[in-house]
Nanobody
Framework: QVQLVESGGGLVQPGGSLRLSCAAS????????MGWYRQAPGKQRELVAH???????YYADSVKGRFTSSRDNAKKTVYLQMNNLKPEDPAVYYC????????????WGQGTQVTVSS
């Protein structure tokens, strides 16, 4: 059974930082590209970061230079370091296994809420 468990969300002031984690089980993690998506109320889910099995990364323009994705294959965990959080960043953040740049993969985590407010 595949499980993706996100953690690390919360409330932060504008300009602050959060680090999201996504722990995977039930898949051969090192073979999977991983994506971080977010969905704000009333908006479509969007890809914000993608990391290949080899560690190459892609970022949406809206987060480039502020967000960094990394992975630890030994821990079967992917991370999203979010710096300089802005009022437009609040959303539920989801990790996704098997992600490609043009479509999500078949496995989703439950999501973690990120709130940016002063």
């Amino acid at each position: 059974q595949v499980q993706l468990v996100e953690s690390g969300g919360g409330l932060v002031q504008p300009g602050g930082s959060l680090r999201l984690s996504c722990a995977a089980s039930g898949i051969i993690f090192r073979f999977y590209a991983m994506g971080w998506y977010r969905q704000a109320p009333g908006k479509q889910r969007e890809l914000v970061a993608h990391i290949t099995s080899g560690g190459s990364t892609y970022y949406a323009d809206s987060v480039k230079g502020r967000f960094t994705s990394s992975r630890d294959n030994a821990k079967k965990t992917v991370y999203l370091q979010m710096n300089n959080l802005k009022p437009e960043d609040p959303a539920v953040y989801y990790c996704n296994a098997g992600s490609a740049l043009d479509r999500p993969g078949g496995y989703w985590g439950q999501g973690t809420q990120v709130t940016v407010s002063s």
